[in-house]
């Protein structure tokens, strides 16, 4: 079975501050791997996703994550942080068993942005 | 385009009663899965259905069922309710049973006294 490491369960950046945020994936085939912010009291929110192809993916709010293959990472980054990027943020993976997929979530990392 | 709708929003019940979560699919969509998102962790994995069937299943008790209806639509069920099923339940819909990604609704706040 696939699993999802996310180091650090809170992590916290000064505005403006680069964003780091790691999710590790163990796998035996080629993965299918996102990222998703839940802002309080709120439903998940795609930020990216890896399918195939181009390894460094770009995704909403000037968020970006690199998929490598050698290290089983898929670490999230932003260059700047705001204040409003304040939420937590979860990595998964989508696992298929029996030709269905599900989703493997981590255990989430929530970003606090100091002013 | 309606994405995944989910009623009600919140809920709260009493121990040892039993509730029913409704989930409407993306459009187009016809697999629909449910997760459990206990306050602080990440979501977990209840069941998949499709065709009117449930195809997969996580670490869930019985007292976890569900249904899927002709039109797609889903219900998640909790019977017997304890004061730790109080979590956010999400949708999720996807494309065929074989699609990898899935969309995820806002969630019904589930809350047990």
């Known amino acids: 079975a696939q699993s999802v490491t996310q180091l650090g369960s809170h992590v916290s950046v000064s505005e403006g501050a680069l964003v780091l945020l790691r999710c590790n994936y163990s796998?035996?085939?080629?993965?299918?791997l996102f990222w998703y912010v839940q802002y309080p009291n709120q439903g998940l929110q795609l930020l990216l996703k890896?399918?195939?192809?181009?390894?460094l993916v770009k995704g909403i709010n000037g968020f970006e994550a690199e998929f490598k293959k050698s290290e089983t990472s898929f670490h999230l980054t932003k260059p700047s942080a705001h204040m409003s990027d304040a939420a937590e943020y979860f990595c998964?993976?989508?696992?298929?068993?029996?030709?269905?997929?599900?989703?493997?979530f981590g255990t989430g990392t929530r970003l606090k942005v100091l002013a | 385009d309606a994405g995944v709708t989910q009623s009600p929003t919140h809920l709260i019940k009493t121990r040892g009663q039993q509730v029913t979560l409704r989930c409407s699919p993306k459009?187009?969509?016809?697999?629909v899965s449910w997760y459990q998102q206990a306050l602080g962790q990440g979501p977990q994995f209840i069941f998949q259905?499709?065709?009117?069937?449930?195809?997969q299943r996580g670490n869930f008790p019985d007292r976890f069922s569900g249904h899927q209806f002709p039109n797609y639509s889903s219900e998640l069920n909790v019977n017997a309710l304890l004061l730790g099923d109080s979590a956010l339940y999400l949708c999720?819909?996807?494309?065929?049973?074989?699609?990898?990604?899935?969309?995820f609704g806002p969630g019904t706040r589930l809350t047990v006294t």
């Open positions: 999720a819909s996807s494309l065929a049973m074989g699609h990898y990604e899935q969309y």
């Open positions: 796998s035996s085939v080629p993965p299918y």
């Open positions: 890896y399918t195939t192809g181009a390894t």
């Open positions: 998964a993976v989508s696992e298929k068993t029996s030709g269905t997929y599900k989703y493997i």
């Open positions: 459009s187009g969509h016809d697999t």
């Open positions: 259905y499709y065709e009117e069937e449930e195809r």
